[in-house]
């Protein structure tokens, strides 16, 4: 009796150890994956003072996702790049619902508590943002937001052509 298996079926190495009953080799257990995307919002540093402060955040992304450039970069964002980024997104994507970022706080903005559960909702918006098949492969703002130190909302503004509160 012979198995006619679809053409079309799914397979992996991992599906593969999975129904065979045997255990993963050390080389399949810590080969790389077909594609990854790390991100990471760590590091928040306050600057300045009085009126003039302002929160940034490291931004670490590994991946090898080809869309990308750089298989590990390291950029710095404020909550407000964190804003004008969201909104790009939503005018260049309009196929994806793009999620929402955590809430602006008023009082305390400053505590350790409120940054460190800002850091939290950033990072967990940008892990959903990156994550999204369609965001990976046909926004071009994404990698840049990612990426590049050099990134400048005004830019992207620009080309979408739209206004953004200040």
């Known amino acids: 009796m012979s198995v006619t298996v679809s053409p079309f079926a799914r397979s992996n190495a991992f599906d593969d150890v999975l129904t065979s009953g045997r255990e993963q080799t050390i080389e399949e257990m810590y080969s790389v994956p077909e594609s990854f995307l790390e991100i990471e919002v760590k ?5 300045g003072f ?3 402060m302002f929160t940034d955040y490291e931004v670490v992304c ?3 996702i080809p869309a990308f ?15 004008a980024f969201r909104d790009i997104l939503e005018h260049e ?14 009082t305390n903005r400053f505590s350790d508590e409120v940054i460190e559960n800002r850091r939290e909702g950033l ?4 892990s959903v943002v990156a994550g999204h098949p369609l ?9 840049a937001f990612l990426q590049d130190p050099a990134w400048d909302k005004a830019q992207w503004i620009l080309i979408y052509q739209y206004p953004v509160d200040s």
């Open 93 to 106: 994507s309009t196929r994806v619902n793009i999620p929402s970022l955590p809430g602006k706080v008023f």
């Open 135 to 143: 965001l990976q492969t046909g926004s071009k703002v994404l990698c």
């Open 50 to 52: 009085g009126r003039k």
């Open 123 to 126: 990072e967990r918006f940008l």
């Open 62 to 64: 590994k991946t090898n």
């Open 43 to 47: 590091n928040p540093q306050t600057h």
């Open 69 to 83: 450039k750089l298989r590990h970069s390291i950029v710095r964002r404020r909550y407000s790049d964190f804003e």
